[in-house]
């Protein structure tokens, strides 16, 4: 502001000068010019800073509602690992003589769970329909699973490397297909006798390519021919759009 004063002045004295011939036309005209252009730039420095500080107040109002959502997601997320501590704390106490026996092996990391379940609990050697034992087992574990609807539930197919035998060759050219197979019953037992929302299941095969254990030995073989029942994350405004859809 001084220096504008002072430049106003100064075009005020010269002005001066210039009515009394003591400097020529085209000196004025550059110093009124530039007075012009520093009362401009004075303008758009004091529009940027009011901008600026618009802007700091927009992130500070930003800051505080990510610190209140950081509060709610810890919140959220001490709740997730609470709810799947105690889902694997009645799985394992509902499937106390099959984890003893070693035929199902369940694993918690923090807020992950996997039911591994050998093939003999589910199916016979080739087979794709569930044996009714393991349809009791299963409906075991679809109740325990229902009463956490935050998680979604993958079912994994997984064999062993032996080729698919000739009689059963045309139905299952691979172990890919056997998988699949197997894994689509265990989902559809899960809607269909558990009364899973289906949005929440997933079927998939992975054949004999992530086995567990060598397939040299007949043991390893056996541990390598399992379902596998994984709790996953979920998206829930997702799958509240995707039953709106269904619905309609």
């Known amino acids: 502001m001084k220096k504008i004063l002072l430049l106003s002045l100064i075009t005020i004295l010269v ?18 010019k530039e007075n012009r252009k520093i009362v401009r730039d004075k303008q758009n420095l004091l529009s940027d800073m009011s901008l600026a500080q618009k802007r700091i107040e927009e992130l500070e109002i930003e800051i505080t509602e990510l610190k209140m959502m950081s509060g709610d997601f810890k919140t959220q997320r001490a709740q997730e690992l609470a709810a799947v501590k105690k889902t694997y704390n009645d799985l394992i106490k509902d499937l106390k003589k099959e984890v003893q026996s070693g035929k199902i092996e369940i694993e918690q990391i923090r807020g992950s769970l996997t039911l591994s379940v050998a093939e003999e609990i589910f199916f016979d050697t080739g087979e794709t329909d569930i044996k009714p034992e393991g349809q009791e087992i299963l409906k075991r574990i679809g109740r325990i699973l229902k009463d956490i609807p935050e998680k979604n539930i993958r079912i994994e197919g997984h064999t062993d490397n032996v080729p698919i035998g000739s009689s059963l060759r045309g139905q299952y050219p691979t172990n890919w297909e056997l998988g699949a197979a197997r894994a689509v019953n265990v989902v559809r037992f899960f809607q269909n006798k558990a009364g899973i929302d289906p949005l929440r299941l997933s079927a998939v095969s992975y054949g004999q390519y992530r086995p567990v254990a060598s397939n040299r030995t007949k043991a390893g073989r056996a541990k390598n021919r399992r379902i596998e029942i994984i709790l996953i994350n979920r998206n829930l405004d997702l799958a ?8 309609q």
């Open 15 to 32: 002005l001066s000068f210039f009515l009394s011939g003591c400097i020529s036309n085209k000196i004025f005209q550059q110093l009124v």
């Open 240 to 247: 509240k759009k995707m039953k709106q859809n269904l619905a």
